[in-house]
């Protein structure tokens, strides 16, 4: 089964409000990363956050590992923010990096 | 900045057609992964390599084949390629296993 479950899966904001993407997991917790998709399909990585909380600019990622959870926190939101956030982790100690569905995020005026 | 490269950015083949899709990144990364990309299921892990030689199977690997030539290069055959292989692929690298990735722009491959 799905072991990356993020929610919401879409989310409507206007210019100016604040959001927050979460990222759930089924098995223990290792190497969280978070990554922003832009709407032509590029990946760009926004923060690798394996625990405790990392800011930069207006994203804040804070991974709980004994709850399996991390999330993405956006402040005062802008246009350009639009596109989708992936969160992803290793499953187990495998190297292997799992992605969740993405949360699709539309700013509006 | 990691630079992470492939090619072609686009490509169209018909089913049962021999597809190679190149990856090459300079960032001395160790480890180098393939993903697809389909609406619904997020990124899925092809194959993936922590060293030149090196082949991990992922998630998905039915119908792909995978070589790592160098620490810089890895490449992405399908051999009988098939509609159900129509989709955005990505490569990516990182230093160590599970650290931050860097993605490449993506090869956006069509089977009819």
């Known amino acids: 089964g799905q072991q990356v479950q993020q929610s919401p899966a879409s989310l409507v904001l206007q210019e100016g409000e604040n959001a927050e993407l979460q990222c759930n997991f089924s098995?223990?917790?290792?190497?969280m990363q978070w990554f922003y998709q832009r709407p032509e399909g590029s990946l760009v990585s926004l923060f690798y956050n394996p625990s405790g909380t990392k800011q930069s600019g207006r994203l804040t990622s804070t991974t709980v590992i004994k709850e399996r959870r991390s999330s993405l926190h956006i402040s005062s939101s802008q246009i350009t923010d639009s596109g989708t956030y992936l969160c992803?982790?290793?499953?187990?100690?495998?190297?292997?990096?799992?992605f969740g569905t993405g949360t699709r995020l539309q700013v509006s005026p | 900045e990691a630079a992470v490269t492939q090619s072609p950015r686009n490509k169209v083949t018909v089913t049962g057609g021999n597809v190679t899709l190149s990856c090459r990144q300079t960032n001395s990364h160790n480890y180098m992964y393939w993903y697809r990309q389909d609406t619904g299921h997020g990124l899925r892990l092809i194959h993936y390599?922590?060293?030149?030689?090196?082949?991990q199977i992922g998630d998905v690997p039915d119908g792909y084949k995978a070589t790592r030539t160098t620490q810089e290069d890895f490449f992405l055959l399908l051999e009988l390629a098939s509609p159900s292989q129509t989709s955005l692929y990505f490569c990516a690298s990182s230093g160590w296993g599970a650290e931050t990735l860097y993605f490449g722009s993506g090869t956006r491959l069509t089977v009819l």
């Open positions: 098995t223990s917790l290792n190497s």
């Open positions: 992803a982790m290793e499953r187990g100690n495998t190297d292997k990096v799992v």
């Open positions: 390599s922590y060293g030149a030689g090196n082949l």
